[in-house]
């Protein structure tokens, strides 16, 4: 590349994650102390750390050309930006979180109808705005500087809209979940006049793809295993695949070798079922990327 890709890696909760999606990817990203520029070993791609409830912005200005953040900032800020991808991962889990409106357990208010008149407090200000404004609901809407469940344990407010994945932390504070109001995953964005740049674009589309296959490994494992002749067609038949296994058969031998992708979640109850039907030297190994 003739220019350099300027990639905005999300800075705070997500920094761990995403900094070992990338190892998982074949990115090396070192982040030096404080600065805000980490190493890459990529010739073609400058990083920049960026706190996610931003980076749409310098996305969308041309600041950065490209970079991860959820789709719930890219709502509150109403940012132009192309998403290249959706990437379902978090400092916790693989899957989307939520923002939700939670009130306290005891609260008399059991719908967000309920909340006519009422104070919220939330991070996610602008987008909470809209949205009760939309569903015609006239609430007063204070911004949230953190400790955001705290605010209505103790009496700054009446609900509050917060982000949650397993709502552990809602319940915790003595509050509830009343209503759901986004869900939300990293994806990664591009400015549009970078998209149509065609190196650029290549690059991004490049980043995209080995993301999305470092993903999709965390959920599969490879499996070989040796299968006699005469049990081949069973043991195959009880093997899930992403495509058939690979057969080889082994050099001057009735045995044959079988190597496949199972997901992961299944693999446990697997082996068993291979080993009684046949399988022997049966090896499982993690995957990097499934592409």
Same mark, same amino acid.
């Given at each position: 590349?003739?220019?350099?890709?300027?990639?905005?890696?999300?800075?705070?909760?997500?920094?761990?994650?995403?900094?070992?999606?990338?190892?998982?990817?074949?990115?090396?990203?070192?982040?030096?102390?404080?600065?805000?520029?980490?190493?890459?070993?990529?010739?073609?791609? /400058?990083?920049?750390?960026?706190?996610?409830?931003?980076?749409? =912005?310098?996305?969308?200005?041309?600041?950065?050309?490209?970079?991860?953040?959820?789709? /719930?900032?890219?709502?509150?800020?109403?940012?132009? *930006?192309?998403? *290249?991808? @959706?990437?379902?991962?978090?400092?916790?889990?693989?899957?989307?979180?939520?923002? *939700? =409106?939670? +009130?306290?357990? /005891?609260?008399?208010?059991?719908?967000?109808?309920?909340?006519?008149?009422?104070? +919220?407090?939330?991070?996610?200000?602008?987008?909470?705005?809209?949205?009760?404004?939309?569903?015609?609901? @006239?609430?007063?809407? !204070?911004?949230?500087?953190?400790?955001?469940?705290?605010?209505?344990?103790?009496?700054?407010? /009446?609900?509050?809209?917060?982000?949650?994945?397993?709502?552990?932390?809602?319940?915790?504070?003595?509050?509830? +979940?009343?209503? !759901?109001?986004?869900?939300?995953?990293?994806?990664?964005?591009?400015?549009? !006049? %970078?998209?149509?740049?065609?190196?650029?674009?290549?690059?991004?589309?490049?980043?995209?793809?080995?993301?999305?296959?470092?993903? %999709?490994?965390?959920?599969?494992?490879?499996?070989?295993?040796?299968?006699?002749?005469?049990?081949? @067609?069973?043991? +195959?038949?009880?093997?899930?695949?992403?495509?058939?296994?690979?057969?080889?058969?082994?050099?001057?031998?009735?045995?044959?070798?079988?190597?496949?992708? *199972?997901?992961?979640?299944?693999?446990?109850?697997?082996?068993?079922?291979?080993?009684?039907?046949?399988?022997?030297?049966?090896?499982?190994?993690?995957?990097?990327?499934?592409?």
């Amino acid at each position: 590349m003739t220019e350099k890709l300027k990639l905005g890696i999300p800075k705070g909760s997500l920094q761990k994650s995403t900094i070992e999606l990338f190892r998982r990817s074949g990115w090396k990203i070192n982040v030096n102390g404080r600065s805000y520029f980490p190493d890459v070993n990529d010739r073609e791609m /400058d990083c920049t750390l960026c706190r996610a409830q931003e980076m749409s =912005v310098y996305v969308e200005s041309g600041t950065l050309d490209a970079g991860l953040t959820g789709k /719930d900032w890219i709502a509150e800020n109403n940012s132009d *930006v192309h998403v *290249v991808s @959706d990437l379902v991962y978090s400092k916790a889990s693989a899957r989307p979180a939520r923002w *939700v =409106v939670a +009130v306290a357990s /005891d609260s008399r208010i059991k719908k967000i109808e309920d909340l006519a008149g009422k104070k +919220v407090a939330t991070e996610l200000m602008r987008y909470t705005r809209r949205y009760f404004a939309e569903k015609n609901i @006239d609430v007063s809407i !204070e911004y949230s500087w953190g400790a955001t469940e705290g605010k209505v344990v103790s009496g700054l407010a /009446d609900a509050i809209v917060e982000i949650t994945e397993t709502e552990s932390t809602i319940r915790a504070h003595g509050l509830r +979940v009343i209503h !759901e109001m986004m869900q939300t995953n990293t994806q990664l964005i591009a400015n549009h !006049e %970078a998209w149509k740049n065609p190196e650029k674009r290549k690059k991004i589309q490049q980043v995209a793809l080995l993301l999305k296959g470092a993903l %999709a490994a965390e959920k599969m494992v490879g499996l070989k295993m040796n299968s006699p002749e005469a049990k081949l @067609d069973k043991i +195959v038949s009880l093997l899930p695949s992403l495509n058939a296994p690979t057969i080889a058969r082994l050099y001057q031998s009735a045995w044959y070798s079988v190597e496949t992708v *199972v997901s992961s979640d299944t693999v446990r109850d697997l082996i068993p079922v291979l080993m009684e039907n046949g399988a022997e030297g049966i090896i499982e190994y993690p995957l990097n990327k499934v592409i």
